[in-house]
């Protein structure tokens, strides 16, 4: 089992920036890929960025040039780091982790949320 702890969320108002983090723990063979998802309310999970372990980043189109998504493969922690913000990006900020184990069985693993409110 493997464990995602997120901190950094808040309120932040338009224009404001905030940074989201979030480690992995417990029995980490390898993980694949780290990144951020986010939900609004009355929407569905949808992907915000993420990051592979051999380095490819992948954006959301809606957030590019605003967020950069950063990782520490030594920590097993992702990073969000998020400018510019906008009241659109309101909504609960989940991570996520791909994990591999040694029989190269794939499982996905989400945090509990983080909530980001952006409002005046």
């Known amino acids: 089992q493997v464990q995602l702890v997120e901190s950094g969320g808040g309120l932040v108002q338009p224009g404001g920036s905030l940074r989201l983090s979030c480690t992995a723990s417990?029995?980490?063979?390898?993980?694949?890929?780290m990144g951020w998802y986010r939900q609004a309310a009355g929407s569905e999970r949808e992907l915000v960025a993420d990051?592979?372990?051999?380095?490819?980043?992948n954006y959301a189109d809606s957030v590019k040039g605003r967020v950069t998504i950063s990782r520490d493969n030594a920590k097993n922690t992702v990073y969000l780091q998020m400018n510019k913000l906008e009241p659109e990006d309101t909504a609960v900020y989940y991570c996520?982790?791909?994990?591999?184990?040694?029989?190269?069985?794939?499982?996905?693993?989400w945090g509990q949320g983080t909530q980001v409110a952006v409002s005046s």
């Open positions: 417990g029995s980490i063979f390898r993980i694949i890929t």
């Open positions: 996520n982790a791909v994990h591999q184990n040694a029989y190269d069985v794939r499982t996905n693993y």
């Open positions: 990051a592979t372990s051999g380095g490819s980043r």
